[in-house]
């Protein structure tokens, strides 16, 4: 490991942890991007996610006062053949430690990954274009290029909280999240859908258990779309991904593939935009990969929506 000034330390971190590792966060992000995009579930997710255990997988550095000013985790809740990599830092006075923690990820994804069992293995990062030390960071240590994701954003004034009627033959209804079965069908729309990109597979047992791990769930801001009696579409809301409590998060939009081009996708946000104005949320907001083949930025650029940023996704093996 790349040495440390004089006084620093790296350490695993706890619960405890939480309310300094998400002031970390927002100075990055706010630094990187404007303003913070992270929240308190976030921070415990990260730390107690599927397949992610702090005592190994995670490292904090605190400069030579105590203060935590470096932070790096991986995220693979399915165990599938590639490792997400985050490493925060201060602005500034965390620069020293950003390589440091590099590393020392780098060598637990190795062992990660021969865990697993996969090999070759993939680890990928992320990164504000404007973040060049970073990326020189991780162009030095064997990343390429690989894709550029989104953040997209609207704002909810002026959006009635009566959705427009979908198109013909197109029901749009909340899910109904005490049926298993309608669950497990939501979850095979998502999974379906997703065939043809590069998301990664995750069981309904994973999948199930992370939702329910969430300090609360707005069921009534998940939707299903049908057409003749059939699931086709699913939108997916998140409580805590949006760094203030008065934004709708839609973490997943899916419609199967036979369906698209029909405005089902479009019925599915118009839905869930008038229902987080009716719940007195003041924007929306998700992400997207900008090479996304099913042309997802498009329909969010349709429907009102514009990139608050954009981020740069990094690849090497591990």
Same mark, same amino acid.
């Given at each position: 490991?790349?040495?440390? #000034?004089?006084?620093?330390?790296?350490?695993? #971190?706890? &619960?405890?942890?939480? #309310?300094?590792?998400?002031?970390?966060?927002?100075?990055?992000?706010?630094?990187?991007?404007?303003?913070?995009?992270?929240?308190?579930?976030?921070?415990?997710?990260?730390?107690?996610?599927?397949?992610?255990?702090? $005592?190994?997988?995670?490292?904090?550095?605190?400069? +030579?006062?105590?203060?935590?000013?470096?932070?790096? !985790?991986?995220?693979? %809740?399915?165990?599938?053949?590639?490792?997400?990599?985050?490493?925060?830092?201060?602005? =500034?006075?965390?620069?020293?430690?950003?390589?440091? &923690?590099?590393?020392?990820?780098?060598?637990?994804?190795?062992?990660?990954?021969?865990?697993? *069992?996969?090999? %070759?293995?993939?680890?990928?990062? *992320?990164?504000?274009?404007?973040?060049?030390?970073?990326?020189?960071?991780?162009?030095?240590?064997?990343?390429?290029?690989?894709?550029?994701?989104?953040?997209?954003?609207? $704002?909810?004034? =002026?959006?009635?909280?009566? %959705? #427009?009627?979908?198109?013909?033959?197109?029901?749009?209804?909340?899910?109904?999240?005490?049926?298993?079965?309608?669950?497990?069908?939501?979850?095979?729309?998502?999974?379906?859908?997703?065939?043809?990109?590069?998301?990664?597979?995750?069981?309904?047992?994973?999948?199930?258990?992370?939702?329910?791990?969430?300090?609360?769930?707005?069921?009534?801001?998940?939707?299903?779309?049908?057409?003749? *009696?059939?699931?086709? =579409?699913?939108?997916? $809301?998140?409580?805590?991904?949006?760094?203030?409590?008065?934004?709708?998060?839609?973490?997943?939009? +899916?419609?199967?593939?036979?369906?698209?081009?029909? =405005?089902?996708?479009?019925?599915?946000?118009?839905?869930?935009?008038?229902? !987080?104005?009716?719940?007195?949320?003041?924007? +929306?907001?998700?992400?997207?990969?900008?090479?996304? %083949?099913?042309?997802?930025?498009?329909?969010?650029?349709?429907?009102?929506?514009?990139?608050? !940023?954009?981020?740069?996704?990094?690849?090497?093996?591990?």
């Amino acid at each position: 490991m790349s040495a440390l #000034p004089p006084g620093f330390s790296i350490r695993r #971190p706890t &619960l405890d942890d939480v #309310p300094d590792l998400l002031k970390l966060a927002h100075a990055s992000d706010e630094a990187a991007v404007g303003e913070p995009d992270f929240s308190t579930d976030d921070v415990r997710e990260a730390l107690t996610d599927a397949n992610t255990d702090m $005592s190994v997988d995670c490292w904090v550095a605190l400069d +030579a006062d105590g203060s935590i000013v470096g932070w790096t !985790y991986p995220h693979n %809740p399915t165990g599938g053949n590639r490792d997400f990599i985050e490493v925060y830092t201060w602005p =500034g006075r965390g620069a020293p430690v950003q390589r440091p &923690l590099l590393e020392l990820m780098l060598a637990r994804v190795a062992e990660r990954g021969a865990a697993f *069992g996969h090999d %070759p293995y993939e680890v990928r990062a *992320g990164a504000i274009p404007t973040e060049s030390a970073y990326i020189a960071t991780l162009l030095d240590a064997g990343f390429e290029f690989h894709a550029q994701h989104a953040r997209m954003t609207m $704002s909810l004034a =002026g959006v009635s909280p009566t %959705p #427009p009627a979908p198109p013909e033959g197109v029901t749009v209804r909340v899910l109904d999240h005490t049926d298993e079965d309608e669950l497990r069908r939501f979850h095979g729309v998502i999974q379906e859908a997703f065939r043809d990109s590069d998301h990664h597979a995750t069981s309904f047992e994973v999948w199930i258990d992370r939702v329910r791990a969430q300090a609360r769930v707005s069921w009534d801001e998940w939707f299903v779309a049908e057409v003749d *009696g059939r699931m086709v =579409g699913a939108l997916q $809301s998140a409580d805590g991904d949006g760094s203030a409590e008065d934004e709708g998060w839609v973490r997943s939009l +899916a419609v199967l593939r036979a369906y698209r081009r029909r =405005g089902v996708g479009e019925a599915l946000l118009r839905r869930a935009f008038a229902t !987080y104005a009716a719940n007195g949320r003041a924007r +929306a907001g998700l992400g997207v990969d900008m090479a996304n %083949p099913t042309r997802a930025a498009r329909l969010y650029r349709a429907v009102g929506m514009h990139p608050l !940023y954009e981020a740069n996704i990094y690849r090497r093996l591990a």
